[in-house]
């Protein structure tokens, strides 16, 4: 099992469950950013976020998502160094072949997710958590960070929802790759299914990026 | 001349090789241990040879020129592998396969080491299968069988159309897995360029490192030659690039007999040469004639008008072809054996029918096509359609594939007795590279089938029986004279290849010795023509030694030094084969003499004076060599004529 | 036809190379890719210049020896085919052609471009085979393999170990030359008996010569020129996970 995980097939295997991790946990971060939007006032998103935030299932489990986005990242950078290493000298005319297109820059979509991501804690996780600079407010007698207003000044910004879109955009590339990549990673590869991998992962990406999308251009345009 | 012995066992046939086994030595454990085995080339049979002697426990060394042993020659094998398992219970046995293999070789193999050949084929598809070699199966489960090369009898092993490569890559397998254990160790990128005897016995080889151009010194206790065929001596040919024959010809230039050179086989369905700055011919399986018809245009003015374009093949009427092979031998028609068919197609060229380049006959699928429909044609010949398509450009589900004749295999190779040894002691040739089973021509799928023999179930056997007179003979050091010298030889030569100065390549010098070769020790041989050959390339060889020019220096990575060493042996190899071709008067098998024919073209035999094997001893540089023969005696065979007619 | 080729040309293993220009003229477009490159190297022996090392061998596209890098393609534009196979046909008059050795970490260049691939033959020693002795093994029809099994396992076991999948893959991994291995014998029942070991030890050993990981973009199976499917590459990642786990 040691040889396993730091084996190239192991580290894949790691790399591919972090992912799908990171998957199922895109669709809960997006149901929830869609309250904001869906309903008339904050309060569902803001009790949301704070259940999120304070619920001790939900705390242990934000360990695991973190612990799969370093693993994720980690073994990401580890991967790419390796590959780097296996071909010292480059090619004068690189690879034409037609093949997946996303899949020739998981790294670079990776690296700018990252920076993203990165802010994106600053904006919102850490200063609720830590710095308490939040505005509050009161939904049956009790206080509530209110960071939904956080995300409408955010979103007010033109840079801002210009930055979040391509940002999203290049997750997207990330996924159509990523998804489906997972799976084979994983050893599942079968004439029937495996195109409906693909079709699911094509689906889910478009879903998740467009939801994700459209919360800064409703905001900008119309709240 | 003397009268070469065998050294076949006592009894009747059926009972040779099992009381050779029971009576032959064996070595014991302990002491293979102490025993080094050198073994000359990684195809069929050097792999499958090193595999087996090192699963007994001798250390092995295992050499070949390419850069892996996974791509020796014996890869390029399509059809298929021979087998009297008589799973399709249609009436095979050892016997039959042992009678259609000396009958397809006209009666000029030893009959019992085809019949050892016929007893042990089936034993190699069960070790094949057992290393996971993926032969085709039917629905049940079990292997299919198909026919091959006109048999009567399905009795062909085949995976696709690759059938070689499977089996090649078992072997090499089976041979990695020795490399793992320490058991052999392995010489890629290693050329032999001599080989080393001691008191008249092998003890190693000189070799070049191809990579550095080192030359280095290997002991052996016994050196085992698996290197085949000669026939890229002709320049044009099927063979792959890189196959020589030096090694051969630097043992008979040591001593081993060179047996029936002259015998070499001519493939009727090759595709035709397109331009002269060709190498290298390209064969296309011989399972094509099960379904397709071979025709030329029966009028000179259709071959004018098919020459320059103005019609297609299609555009001839049914009544102008002449489907030749099918209207002189009724009998088996397109499926005559290899010779009969090549030289039909060649008379048909000489006469003026051929098409394409005036060097071509058509191999139609037309009329297998309307009868069994385009996709049952796919389904078997779909690959072999494809190569075609990419190297010719066109199609030929709806053209007519163009086909002609090109060496391919060579049936004559080192004289070797029963055991597999040379008559030097400890010296050993397997595969392709002896003479042993083929005869005068050999049958489809058969080749497969004796490298393999050789190499898992007879050489195994039978080097033991030599090396268990070795055993008090400790490893003896590289530094001994014979070595040195033979080293010396080894480095003047590559030297003097150096310091011609020439203008010509070595490229050059082949192609235009193996064009003559071609013309002269070809598909059609006479007197005259034999004669003036042999004189030719004595002069050819005294141009090759003034005239050549090698690029590079002998002690780095120099494909062209590589070359000139190889063809320089060539040139030699052809002046043998013309003299062998001159002193077999007669027609036989790949051996046709025009001289020697029937009223309606076929071959004449004559087995009152030519029932033997001829095999050549080297008198030394400038001299004749000195013929000796191995009568053939046929006891359990009744020896007939070819006739594939009625 | 007429051409431009550039063509990397290095001494030996520790020189450094450099691209080399080439003009050649009236080539028919009958020729094989090596075939013009003979007329080359013929051309260069005529001026007392060293011709071009390349690898090559059976030139019928079986043997594996050849390689070349032609123009962002391992064996050349065409699909389906080795460099031997490919014809002057699928380039256009007047086209500038760039001839790149094999470029991985574990393949170092010997000699222009011939490259060093005895790292595949590492791995197979590894575990590429089946432990049976030669004799003393059953009937071959002793045990019945289920057609659709034999068919795949031989479109596994029809690669010819050239290299192609680790010259094209971005990462240099040899994941599809391993995964043919493998999944051959993973089919057969032959093979199955020491199924676990062999992906261990022949993933073990790949990682160990320093290719790289495989990302599943699948250029090596649409350069393969045996068409070999990526589906082998799951396979193989399965044969090794369940090795480990069980």
């Known amino acids: 099992m040691s040889n396993f995980l730091t084996s190239s097939i192991g580290k894949k295997l790691i790399m591919s469950l972090a992912g799908l991790f990171l998957v199922t946990f895109l669709l809960v971060h997006l149901g929830i950013n869609l309250s904001l939007i869906i309903a008339d006032s904050r309060e569902p998103f803001n009790k949301a976020a704070h259940f999120m935030g304070t619920n001790v299932i939900v705390k242990a489990l934000e360990f695991v998502l973190f612990g799969g986005f370093l693993l994720h990242m980690i073994y990401g950078v580890v991967l790419q160094l390796q590959n780097w290493f296996a071909r010292p000298t480059r090619y004068k005319k690189e690879n034409y072949s037609q093949t997946s297109f996303f899949s020739k820059f998981m790294i670079h979509t990776a690296v700018i997710i990252t920076v993203f991501l990165v802010i994106h804690l600053f904006d919102f996780y850490l200063k609720a958590k830590f710095f308490g600079d939040v505005p509050l407010v009161v939904y049956d007698g009790k206080d509530y960070h209110d960071l939904g207003i956080l995300v409408i000044e955010k979103f007010k910004l033109g840079w801002v929802v210009v930055f979040y879109i391509a940002c999203f955009l290049l997750l997207a590339f990330h996924l159509l790759h990523g998804f489906q990549s997972a799976f084979q990673s994983l050893g599942i590869n079968h004439k029937t299914y495996t195109p409906l991998i693909k079709a699911i992962g094509v689906i889910y990406t478009i879903a998740v990026t467009a939801g994700f999308i459209f919360i800064p251009v409703y905001v900008y345009f119309w709240m | 001349m003397t009268q070469l012995n065998a050294r076949i066992p006592e009894g009747p046939l059926a ?242 007999y060179f047996a029936n050179p002259a015998f070499v086989q001519i493939h009727p369905t090759c595709i035709p040469v397109h331009g002269d700055y060709q190498s290298k011919l390209t064969l296309m399986s011989e399972s094509l004639r099960n379904d397709g018809r071979i025709w030329v245009p029966k009028k000179k003015e ?101 086909i002609y004749p090109a060496i391919h295999y060579c049936m004559g190779g080192i004289w070797v007795d029963y055991e597999l040894m040379t008559n030097i002691p400890g010296l050993f040739s397997i595969g392709e590279c002896n003479f042993s089973d083929h005869g005068a021509n050999r049958l489809g799928a058969s080749a497969l089938m004796q490298g393999l023999a050789d190499g898992y179930f007879v050489l195994p056997y039978t080097i033991q029986n030599y090396l268990a007179g070795e055993i008090l003979t400790p490893r003896i050091p590289v530094t001994q004279p014979e070595f040195e010298e033979s080293e010396n030889s080894v480095r003047e030569r590559l030297n003097k290849l150096m310091q011609i100065g020439g203008k010509q390549s070595a490229d050059q010098l082949h192609r235009k010795f193996g064009l003559h070769l071609w013309e002269t020790v070809g598909m059609a041989r006479n007197r005259k023509e034999l004669e003036k050959a042999v004189k030719d390339f004595s002069a050819l060889r005294e141009e090759f030694w003034a005239d050549l020019r090698v690029t590079g220096m002998v002690d780095e990575f120099n494909p062209e030094l590589e070359k000139a060493s190889r063809v320089a042996d060539f040139i030699e190899i052809g002046e043998l084969m013309a003299r062998d071709a001159l002193q077999r008067e007669e027609s036989c098998g790949g051996h046709f003499r025009e001289e020697y024919q029937t009223e309606e073209g076929e071959a004449k035999r004559d087995d009152n004076d030519f029932m033997f094997v001829g095999a050549w001893e080297y008198a030394g540089q400038g001299k004749e060599p000195i013929l000796h023969k191995e009568s053939l005696i046929y006891e359990n065979i009744k020896v007939q004529s070819r006739n594939y007619k009625i | 036809m007429d051409f431009t080729l550039k063509i990397w040309r290095q001494e030996n293993a520790k020189a450094k190379g450099r691209f080399e220009t080439y003009n050649i003229t009236g080539i028919s477009a009958d020729c094989s890719f090596l075939e013009m490159l003979d007329i080359l190297n013929q051309q260069l022996i005529d001026k007392i210049e060293k011709p071009i090392c390349f690898d090559h061998d059976c030139r019928e596209g079986i043997c594996g020896a050849c390689s070349l890098y032609i123009n962002g393609h391992p064996h050349g534009p065409d699909t389906g085919v080795t460099t031997c196979q490919l014809h002057m046909r699928k380039f256009k008059d007047g086209d500038t052609i760039i001839i790149e050795p094999w470029r991985a970490k574990p393949f170092p260049v010997i000699k222009d471009l011939v490259v060093d691939r005895s790292a595949f033959d590492q791995i197979i020693e590894a575990g590429g085979f089946v432990s049976v002795n030669t004799g003393g093994v059953p009937d071959a029809n002793a045990i019945p393999v289920p057609r659709v099994d034999a068919e795949t396992a031989m479109d596994a076991a029809a690669c010819i170990g050239c290299g192609a999948c680790v010259a094209t893959c971005k990462n240099a991994s040899a994941m599809l030359f391993v995964a043919a291995k493998v999944s051959q014998f993973a089919l057969l029942p032959q093979g199955k008996i020491e199924a676990k070991e062999r992906a261990i030890n022949m993933v073990a050993k790949m990682d160990e010569l320093g290719f790289g990981n495989c990302t599943n973009t699948g250029a090596c199976e649409a350069e393969c020129p045996k068409n070999i499917s990526i589906s082998h590459i799951a396979r193989l990642n399965r044969e090794y996970l369940t090795a480990n786990i069980s």
């Open chain 2, 15 to 256: 009972e040779k090789w099992n009381n050779y086994k029971a009576s032959q030595k064996l070595v014991n454990p302990a002491n293979k241990r102490k025993l080094d085995i050198i073994v000359v080339g990684t195809g069929l049979a050097g792999a499958s040879a090193a595999a087996s002697l090192g699963e007994l426990g001798f250390n092995v060394k295992a050499f070949c020129y390419q850069d892996s042993p996974r791509r020796a020659h014996s890869i390029a094998a399509q059809g298929g592998i021979n087998a009297a398992k008589n799973y399709p219970n249609d009436g095979d046995s050892v016997y039959r396969l042992y009678y259609d293999t000396i009958k397809g070789g006209d009666y000029r193999a030893r009959e019992a080491n085809v019949y050892r050949l016929a007893e042990v084929s089936g034993s190699i598809i069960d070790q094949c299968v057992a290393q996971g070699v993926p032969f085709a199966r039917e629905y049940g489960g079990l292997l299919d069988n198909r026919s091959f090369g006109g048999a009567q009898v399905s009795r062909t092993f085949y995976a696709r159309g690759q059938t070689g490569q499977q089996l090649l890559l078992g072997a090499y397998s089976a041979m990695m897995r020795q490399v793992k254990l320490g058991r052999v160790k392995l010489y890629p990128r290693t050329e032999m360029l001599d080989v080393v005897l001691i008191d008249g016995k092998a003890r190693g080889i000189i070799t070049r490192n191809l990579v550095t151009g080192k030359i280095e010194r290997h002991f052996g206790h016994a050196v085992v030659i698996a290197t085949g065929g000669y026939g890229r001596a002709f320049f044009l040919s099927t063979n792959a690039m890189g196959s020589n024959s030096s090694a051969v010809w630097q043992i008979y230039k040591k001593g081993a």
């Open chain 2, 302 to 402: 259709d071959v004018e008008a098919l020459r320059s374009g103005r019609i297609k093949p299609g555009d001839i009427a049914e009544d102008d072809r002449d489907y030749y092979l099918e209207r002189r031998y009724p009998a088996f028609g397109n499926l005559v054996p290899r010779d009969v068919a090549s030289r039909a197609a060649k008379e048909r060229c000489d006469a003026g029918y051929g098409v394409g380049s005036g060097l071509a006959v058509y191999l139609d699928f037309k009329e297998a096509i309307g009868r069994l429909g385009k996709h049952v044609i796919e389904e078997r010949y779909g690959n072999l359609f494809q190569m075609y398509e990419k190297i010719v450009d066109d199609n030929p589900y709806e053209t007519p594939m163009m």
